[in-house]
């Protein structure tokens, strides 16, 4: 009987021929990640059970990027303990302030390998599976044990599968597919499950696609979010590390608990209406609603990519009066490359206001918050109420096509329209 | 293995009772004895300070979506609950529940079987629940051995000093 791809990482870690899903195994971890919300709190736990270093600095990655530039005295204090922590670890791969989000630092220094074990504290540490590595979020007693022994027990996860077919239509993005999955599935849709997205339409999809996707499996629950790894991983791989990758992916005959098809080719822009990801509209539902906010950035839709694509919306024409869009590069890299391109002038002209590359208002730390009664549409990945500021705000969730269209606009607008607007 | 059986008084919730619920933010890096007068208080002000050692939290499905933050589990143990029997688990809740030293179980059906204030009887080996007060009886999940052993010792950090930092 042949294995999922989720069987098959967790089989290779915990050294065994096979396992089937339901059972438990204790994993050797490939890599550990770490963000400044827990780090300090974790590397202080792993003191206090008396346990002086990492089982494998080189395998720990430690990344500043939730509180930056520092918004407090607190939080820069916080970043200090860290840096003592690290040091006295030896721990090489440590990203400071101002470098970008640990989910895209990871995947662009190449320390995701296709099949690795990958645990972090932090929810969206499923982004690794769009590299077909198991990238899965974890507590921080969990973590303490994960840093000190190298092991982790898992459950085998059952595994859904998503067939995707066709092509995308113009202006809808891989942030419309899987908003439509977590609306058209729900929020707990895959929980304790893996999710893994196949078939001619996902192998065609690109890598920072891919990322986006598998960013946002968690929000339906998922433990995994896989995507095999082929000739799109390759070169990505080369370009980020310079170590390419044999293709590793499910087993023909692998079972699945289900098995979706999903055609492409039918879907509109999508839009996460408050405050739940899973209450999921085509964009049209929501168009005309009037914003005070538009946010470009996070983990999910940061990249140049993503930049890009807004920009291509704005060229030579400016926000709405009223509006406020904050441009947020997921990374230092993406940054200099849209500097380089031309695609941030082309944002800045527009009249955004560009932050350090980071979280950023993602998670409502610092950066853009919203007071009562406003409205934001985002590229980010959760709308729950108080997420980016005051209770009373409002958050919508979509591509950055649709982001940019709305800001243009100054109300909820679906980026076709605009388009044909301007032809 | 120590006895496993549990008897409890109820405390019943709603669906979808997220990280946020459990473990509000702005208490987040409040000290535990501050943090955990905190927990549940936007759905039931009068929990956190009624709440016996013993009693044991049902509720609908989804328990503890949200973020990864391991002080929603950690708030629920230091005001005494010995258990939570839900519909369904978010997974990194369910995690850091076991990590953190408190049970947990799924149970379907259990929502509509109690109310506030009535007893309820839990096996974390066998999955098995009853309604003391009614006597309703119902069959949850059972919980994996390697769970029971994390909890049994009190959280895996207990795991990891018994093991002296490293294991086998
Ligand atoms: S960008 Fe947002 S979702 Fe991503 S790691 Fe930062 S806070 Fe979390």
Redesign the interface.
């Known amino acids: 009987m042949g294995m999922t791809q989720a069987e098959k990482i967790l089989a290779r870690a915990s050294g065994r021929e096979t396992v089937t899903a339901g059972e438990f195994v204790v994993g050797e971890i490939d890599l550990a990640l770490l963000h400044d919300i827990f780090a300090a709190g974790v590397f202080d736990m792993l003191v206090d059970v008396g346990v002086d270093d990492v089982f494998d600095p080189g395998k720990t990655v430690v990344v500043v990027d939730h509180l930056v530039p520092a918004p407090s005295a607190e939080a820069a204090a916080i970043h200090q303990r860290i840096r003592d922590h690290v040091a006295r670890l030896g721990i090489e791969s440590f990203y400071d302030s101002g470098q970008g989000i640990c989910h895209q630092l990871l995947p662009e220094n190449g320390h995701i390998r296709p099949g690795a074990l990958v645990v972090g504290t932090d929810s969206h540490t499923t982004t690794y599976g769009a590299l077909g590595a198991g990238g899965t979020g974890i507590g921080t007693s969990d973590m303490v044990y994960a840093l000190a022994t190298g092991r982790l027990w898992f459950r085998v996860p059952e595994t859904i599968r998503f067939v995707f077919s066709g092509e995308l239509q113009p202006s809808v993005t891989w942030k419309d597919v899987i908003l439509y999955l977590a609306g058209r599935f729900g929020a707990d849709a895959a929980q304790y499950k893996a999710m893994e997205f196949g078939g001619d339409g996902a192998s065609r999809a690109d890598m920072s696609s891919r990322l986006t996707v598998s960013n946002m499996a968690v929000e339906m629950g998922a433990k995994f979010g896989l995507f095999a790894a082929d000739e799109v991983t390759d070169a990505y791989l080369l370009d980020h590390g310079g170590v390419g990758c044999d293709p590793f992916g499910p087993d023909d005959d692998a079972v699945y608990e289900a098995v979706h098809e999903i055609s492409l080719a039918d879907l509109a822009p999508q839009i996460a209406m408050p405050s739940e990801v899973d209450n999921v509209s085509p964009v049209g539902d929501a168009a005309g609603l009037a914003i005070n906010q538009a946010f470009l950035g996070s983990c999910t839709n940061g990249r140049i990519e993503d930049l890009r694509a807004a920009a291509e919306v704005l060229e030579g024409r400016h926000i709405a009066p009223g509006v406020r869009l904050l441009v947020v590069p997921a990374s230092r890299s993406v940054m200099k490359e849209a500097m380089d391109t031309g695609v941030l002038a082309t944002l800045v002209d527009a009249g955004a206001s560009v932050l350090a590359p980071g979280c950023g208002p993602c998670f409502g730390g610092h950066g853009g918050l919203m007071g009562p009664g406003e409205r934001c549409i985002g590229t980010h990945n959760r709308n729950f109420i108080g997420r980016m500021g005051s209770a009373e705000a409002e958050i919508f969730l979509a591509s950055p096509a649709t982001v940019a269209a709305s800001a243009l606009m100054g109300v909820i607008a679906d980026p076709r329209e605009v388009e044909v607007k301007d032809a | 293995m120590p006895d496993e059986t549990m008897v409890g008084r109820v405390w019943k919730f709603d669906n979808d009772i ?1 990280t ?1 619920v459990l473990s509000p ?1 702005q208490y987040a890096v409040a000290p535990l004895e501050v943090r955990k007068l905190h927990v549940l208080e936007s759905v039931n002000p009068s929990f956190a300070q009624e709440c016996q050692p013993g009693d044991i939290v049902i509720s609908g ?2 328990f503890g ?6 002080t929603a589990p950690e708030n629920l143990k230091a005001v005494g609950v010995a258990c939570v029997v839900a519909e ?5 809740f ?3 529940a076991v ?2 030293g408190l049970p947990v179980i799924v149970c379907v059906g259990v929502h509509d079987a109690f109310e506030d204030g009535h007893e309820i009887e839990v096996d974390l080996a066998t999955g098995r629940v009853r309604n003391v007060t009614t006597g309703v009886e119902l069959q949850g999940d059972s919980l ?1 051995e ?1 769970m029971r052993g ?1 909890l049994a010792a009190g ?3 207990e ?3 018994a ?5 086998t």
């Open positions: 997220s946020d933010g499905t989804n979506c949200g973020s990864s933050r391991e369904s688990l978010a997974r990194i369910m995690r850091n990590a953190v994996p390697e994390i959280g895996i950090l795991v990891l000093r093991q002296g930092g490293r294991g």
